[in-house]
């Protein structure tokens, strides 16, 4: 299994489940313990540098209580190269899921506006790094 190159489906279903795993409050090291692995698998899980066997998908959607079609969604898109970054994909990033959570408890409109303003002022101000 460790000498097949990962696709775009193993990466998304990492992503998944970090982005489940976080909403759940959840550590690497509590999922790894309550699915009898590592904290350094789960990482390889959650990055893709792994896949995820069936059996152990299995009890990762048994712990989290979701149904393991939670962790397919959006491979369509991933499969067929949709452009952009998928909302699936950017969840996955650090400090995203915190953001969001964050922003949604705020009612206020206007201050919803602003802090997306914000959001984009800072963007614009601090690109990423060119990778090449």
């Known amino acids: 299994m460790g000498d097949r190159c990962r696709d775009a489906v193993d990466t998304l279903v990492g992503q ?4 489940i795993r976080q909403d759940r409050g959840m550590s690497q090291t509590e999922l790894g ?9 789960v990482q390889k899980y959650e990055n893709g540098t ?15 209580g979701v149904p393991i079609t939670a962790f397919f969604e959006g491979a369509n898109e991933a ?12 969840l996955a990033e650090p400090y995203v899921l915190r953001l969001l959570q964050a ?4 009612e206020n409109m206007d201050l919803r506006r602003s802090l997306a303003e914000l959001a984009e002022h800072l963007a614009k101000a601090h690109p990423p790094a060119r990778r090449g």
């Open 79 to 90: 499969v067929n190269g949709d452009a952009g970054p998928s909302p699936v994909a950017m």
């Open 50 to 64: 792994n896949r995820v066997g069936s059996g152990r998908l299995f009890k990762i959607a048994s712990t989290f």
């Open 103 to 106: 922003f949604c408890a705020v």
């Open 16 to 19: 998944n489940i970090r982005i």
């Open 33 to 41: 313990r309550k699915i009898d692995v590592t904290f350094q698998q």
